[in-house]
């Protein structure tokens, strides 16, 4: 594996983040959307550099970004809104040793070199900590919009994948390259099957990047990717609403749980014994301020999952 992934798997499984760093889905943050005058969907973005700082000094191993070009109010979700590479040089500026990765860049929807220029900057500026998640995309508007062919996706999907891997060597006259060159093999983990079959995901793809769901849920679906992939990371994500008694116990709801944290590190325990190798935990149904609520994480629960003494801890 490549040393950000060996870094992502270190420990047999590890915690992170996804943006944006809000809580803006709760009673109090719609209300607070409402009188700042942003769209639903639309998160509060005052302090997002400071918790992102935040979640690397707290010692999270991952921030994941999403890539959604368009704001669509039928979806009723803009993500953490800014342009996923840009941001991304942006929060390896400001980071240390956290991951960065995407949660997934829509390739068919991209100009293929410049999604290998925009990857190869953003290894090169953060020292190794990309995981470049990518995916065929699900959202038919958008496909005219950028002048590409929605049904062609898949071929697309394999044709990018093709030229990241060779960094684009095969594709060129003679003479001419795409730099930076990475300074080590930009790992490429895929959301879904991204119109391909099995057997080519396993095959062609360095992590899997999977729906939430139950640690029963994890259990078949990471058995099946193991069935094609062997030991690559099977990767998921979990809505966290993180109660203040510690000893609430969890309640499901919709790709995700409230619970105190107790119960959180049962569950993520839970999750690492399904085959799940990361969990990026979604704050916008917490209903405690994101500060407190990483603080009390890293804490009382990270201790749990990530070894201080790890060799992996860091990316050379």
């Given at each position: ?9 270190a420990?047999?499984?590890s ?5 944006p ?6 009673a ?10 942003r769209h ?18 707290l ?10 070009p ?30 960065l ?9 991209r100009?293929?070199l ?11 500026l ?34 990018q994948?093709?030229?990241l ?17 990475a ?14 079959t ?13 729906y ?6 994890h259990?078949?679906r990471?058995?099946n ?32 749980a409230?619970?105190g ?5 049962e569950?993520?325990?839970?999750m ?6 990361h969990?990026?935990l ?6 405690r301020?994101?500060d407190?609520?990483m ?9 749990a ?12």
């Open positions: 594996m490549s040393p950000s992934l060996d870094k992502l798997a420990g047999g499984f915690i992170g983040v996804e943006l760093l809000d809580n803006d889905w709760t109090s943050g719609n209300a607070k959307r409402r009188h700042d005058g639903p969907g639309v998160p509060d973005l005052e302090i997002h550099a400071e918790l992102a700082q935040l979640a690397d000094t010692g999270f191993r991952a921030l994941w970004v999403r890539d959604v368009l704001y669509d109010p039928s979806f009723g979700d803009a993500a953490q809104v800014f342009e996923t590479f840009s941001y991304l040089g942006y929060l390896a500026g400001i980071t240390r040793d956290i991951l990765g995407t949660a997934a860049v829509v390739l068919p929807l100009e293929r410049l999604t290998l220029k925009s990857a190869a900057t953003i290894q090169e953060s020292r190794g900590r990309l995981l470049l998640g990518v995916a065929s995309g699900d959202r038919p508007v958008e496909y005219p919009l950028f002048g590409r062919d929605f049904a062609s996706r898949g071929a697309n999907f394999r044709d994948i093709a030229l891997r060779d960094g684009a060597r095969g594709h060129l006259p003679p003479g001419l390259e795409v730099l930076p060159a300074r080590s093999p930009v790992p490429l983990l895929v959301a879904g099957l991204a119109q391909q099995p057997a080519w995901i396993g095959e062609y793809m360095d992590g899997c990047l999977a939430p769901g139950t640690p029963a849920d259990a078949q990471a058995a990717w193991r069935a094609v992939a062997g030991d690559k990371p099977y990767v998921s994500f979990i809505h966290l609403d993180l109660a203040e008694d510690p000893y609430e116990p969890l309640q499901r709801h919709r790709f995700g409230r619970a944290r107790i119960a959180l590190t569950e993520l325990a839970a690492r014994d399904a085959g799940v190798r969990i990026g979604h704050f916008r149904r917490n209903r301020p994101l407190e609520t603080a009390e994480i890293a804490s009382d629960v990270l201790p999952f990530h070894s201080i003494t790890d060799p992996q801890a860091r990316v050379a």
